[in-house]
């Protein structure tokens, strides 16, 4: 089952976007900002994809996909 991490500050978002995934068989990670966001991605290195807000705090969206892209080559989608 494919894994997806979403990186959001707004939890009515993170929950939407989760919700929506899970109920077409997805598994989802979920990070409240761009630190616990990299955090997860190193937690777990088997997500297939991750769906980034732009403006978070610690760490803004494009940062993350940086660093990201360090050690991995997987999909980001920005939202």
Not at 29 to 45: I, M, Q, S, V, Y
Not at 55 to 64: E, I, K, S
């Amino acid at each position: 089952m494919k894994q997806i991490l979403i990186a959001d500050d707004e939890p009515r978002m993170r929950k939407l976007v989760s919700d929506l995934l899970k109920k077409e068989g997805f598994n989802t990670t979920e990070a409240k900002d761009g630190g616990e966001a990299l955090k997860r991605f190193h937690e777990n290195p088997q997500i297939d994809l991750v769906i980034i807000d732009v403006m978070m705090p610690v760490y803004d969206g494009w940062t993350v996909c940086r660093e990201i892209r360090k050690v991995a080559k997987i999909p980001k989608l920005f939202q």
